[in-house]
């Protein structure tokens, strides 16, 4: 018996690692935009002077401002990067790290108060990237904030990370400069395989979606409507990110890339990145704890709370979604709700809802007006061994409890369905 046995050494392959740049720290706050993407005669403040509309007239600091907020344990980079209004109160900042250029607004000595949170007006405990201010603002404890417009009299509290890139997309399915089209961020409505992809964008209607993914053999129809949807924005690099009027954020983990309206709320979110969030006069939007939202357009008068998770959709106007519910994949229509379930690769009208546990959809089609009721499983699209199935449900569509349809079906408008498993694919005109 040979008590030595051959050991082969298998090559060790190098640890992937970081990859960690180093810079300058005087670099911090300036550069946003790559020189390569700077038109000429532009500097890289064009775009965020474009954006900001607030109207006021911001003026150096003074010798004894700088007194003030050196006293105060600020710090900048450069005290004359920091501009402000002429009823400026440096006494009202404090404990923050200022780089780059930094535009503040008006600070007096008030408190802001929306619902049990009362806050005083100005900066404190946060570190401050190339931002502008409106005023009255109460930012405190922001480990992170780069590159935001903000407006008048809004409430930011306890936010980890506030940060705009500067090929900020803010949701919609298009490219910025030097981009190519692996990035480009579609949603696979209808399909799961993805054979009916349409691209995201602010103001997208059921009916663009239900164009775009239905004909499919049009190939001239697609390119344009690709390019329509570029067209709609510009591909200039640089876009600051905006926080409008009196919004109220707080105690939220990480915020990237994301546009949010006046008058918003947002309370204990753990993740929101690459959105649009529409809210103002047409309705206000509020998004709770737990959420998770990712490449998607929030519509006016949104409610997302408890646990959602959204990644590649859109929800129009005055929609819900709440108690850990899943939309992947899908445009929601307006005045719908979908609690707790799951819903994949779904293109849903107008007037939806959807509110148990255990009822699930996908790859569907449903044309409005409908209810997904209990137990019903709409999503059993493996006929073969590619997830290749679709369904179509007309308008009114009304499944009763614990219904199981296989697909490939297509029922017409106000279809009501009896308990029970539809064992083959119904096609009823």
């Not at 480990?143 to 500067?166: A, K, P, R």
């Not at 697609?222 to 200039?236: A, D, G, I």
Request: hydrophobic share 35%; proline share 3%.
């Amino acid at each position: 018996m040979n008590l030595y046995k051959t050991i082969i050494h298998k090559p060790i392959l190098p640890m992937l690692q970081n990859t960690i740049k180093k810079s300058y720290l005087s670099s911090l706050g300036y550069d946003f935009i790559d020189a390569a993407f700077l038109p000429k005669g532009k500097d890289e403040y064009y775009l965020r002077n474009m954006q900001n509309r607030s109207g006021i007239d911001y003026r150096q600091l003074t010798a004894y401002e700088i007194e003030v907020l050196v006293r105060n344990r600020n710090t900048s980079d450069n005290w004359n990067k920091i501009l402000v209004s002429n009823s400026f109160n440096a006494e009202l900042v404090k404990n923050c790290k200022f780089y780059g250029l930094v535009r503040i607004g008006k600070l007096e000595p008030y408190c802001l108060e929306f619902s049990d949170l009362k806050v005083p007006v100005g900066l404190y405990n946060s570190t401050i990237i190339s931002c502008d201010f409106g005023d009255n603002v109460c930012i405190d404890n922001v480990n992170y904030l780069s590159h935001y417009i903000l407006g008048s009299e809004i409430i930011i509290n306890n936010v980890n990370e506030l940060v705009t890139t500067n090929h900020s997309k803010f949701g919609n399915g298009i490219l910025k400069q030097g981009e190519t089209e692996a990035t480009r961020t579609w949603m696979e409505i209808c399909n799961e395989n993805g054979g009916r992809s349409v691209l995201p964008f602010n103001g997208m209607l059921p009916g663009d979606a239900y164009m775009w993914s239905k004909y499919r053999d049009d190939e001239d129809l697609l390119k344009k409507f690709v390019s329509f949807t570029q067209e709609r924005f510009t591909s200039n690099r640089g876009y600051y990110g905006k926080i409008g009027d009196r919004t109220v954020i707080k105690n939220t983990d990480i915020i990237k890339d994301v546009w949010i309206g006046e008058d918003a709320y947002i309370k204990g979110a753990n993740k929101l990145k690459n959105l649009t969030i529409l809210s103002g006069d047409e309705g206000r939007t509020q998004i709770g704890e737990g959420c998770e939202i990712v490449n998607g357009i929030i519509g006016y008068g949104c409610r997302i709370f408890y646990g959602v998770k959204a990644v590649r959709f859109v929800m129009a106007s005055h929609s819900q979604l709440k108690y850990g519910a899943r939309l992947i994949n899908s445009f929601l229509g307006a005045n719908a709700t979908i609690s707790c379930c799951e819903v994949l690769n779904s293109l849903i009208y107008p007037a939806h809802e959807q509110h148990h546990n255990n009822s699930f959809l996908c790859a569907a089609l449903v044309m409005g007006q409908s209810n997904i009721a209990a137990g019903a499983t709409l999503g059993s699209n493996h006929n073969s061994r590619g997830a290749d199935g679709e369904v179509i449900m007309g308008r009114g569509f009304w499944p009763g409890l614990c219904v199981s349809i296989k697909h490939n079906s297509i029922f017409p408008s106000f279809t009501i369905l009896n308990k029970g498993d539809y064992n083959y694919e119904l096609n009823i005109p």
